[in-house]
């Protein structure tokens, strides 16, 4: 979909480990650029060691600064971009950045952990309403106004610290487990309002349709509702006011094989477009 060819100029804007840089990077050539960025400094350090290129510049950084980090480089077009969101498999398992709801590590789930602001801050800090609202919005929560009362109601005794004691809340809400864990949606509302991941993500498309030069392309693989539903809109605005082509009129999604392969790539959806 991203199409990368000899001598052209590439943004992977999740560079994360570096698996999609050192696929692109076989097929730009010798004259090829590429430009990785990520908001984690630990994984922009193992990138470090595993694009050992003077093809690549890596850069630390939010979606938002996509623009301005871009342009740092001495770049004002590109060839295309590719962005990969959500949580990587390196920060859920790693179980001391606090994503993962089996862990008795304090909650955390920042992505740049030079930022304030964490989970433990908002469940033990933010009003019972708002709470509510982050779940029912960001984790699609059918019992976000339970869950969000036993939370007020817990840490009026006690401060919720671990990822564990939160999910036990959680739990005890839901009386039982079905086929996911009861937390899974209130983890994943609290992890994209620490990050801020919906705002970041439609400030990232913006710059991104800015920095493609004619018949460049942006590609976004997205893993749950509230992201593809981001790309979705963005892309089809795009194509309606001139700006760029759909190349997907429905998502593509991963084989029965790849799924096998890969079993955490189960959600992902991928769209792409073209700039006119």
Do not use: W
């Not at 789930?109 to 009003?127: F, G, K």
């Not at 795009?238 to 429905?250: E, N, P, S, V």
């Amino acid at each position: 979909m991203l199409e990368p060819g000899p001598g052209g100029i590439y943004v992977d804007a999740t560079v994360g480990l570096g698996g999609h840089a050192e696929k692109i990077l076989k097929l730009i050539g010798p004259e090829g650029r590429l430009i990785g960025i990520d908001r984690d400094e630990e994984a922009l350090k193992m990138a470090v060691q595993r694009l050992n290129d003077s093809r690549v510049v890596l850069k630390k950084g939010r979606f938002s600064e996509l623009e301005d980090l871009v342009r740092e480089t001495g770049t004002e077009e590109v060839d295309g971009i590719l962005f990969d969101f959500g949580v990587s498999m390196m920060q859920f398992k790693d179980l001391s950045r606090g994503f993962s709801f089996s862990s008795d590590e304090r909650l955390d789930m920042r992505m740049d952990r030079s930022q304030r602001l964490r989970a433990e801050d908002v469940v033990n800090t933010y009003p019972e309403g708002e709470l509510e609202r982050i779940l029912r919005e960001y984790g699609q929560e059918r019992l976000a106004h339970k869950i969000a009362r036993a939370i007020r109601i817990y840490r009026a005794k006690k401060r919720i610290t671990t990822c564990r004691e939160l999910a036990e809340i959680v739990s005890a809400v839901y009386r039982g487990r079905g086929r996911h864990h009861p937390a899974t949606r209130t983890f994943q509302a609290l992890r994209i309002a620490v990050n801020d991941e919906i705002r970041e993500i439609h400030k990232g498309l913006e710059a991104a349709a800015g920095l493609l030069r004619r018949g460049g392309r942006l590609c976004a693989i997205s893993y749950h509702s509230l992201e593809d539903r981001e790309v979705k809109n963005f892309m089809r605005n795009a194509d309606r006011a001139g700006q760029m082509r759909i190349l997907t009129k429905k998502p593509l999604i991963p084989s029965h094989d790849e799924i096998r392969k890969n079993p955490s790539a189960r959600s992902a959806k991928l769209r792409g477009a073209e700039r006119l």
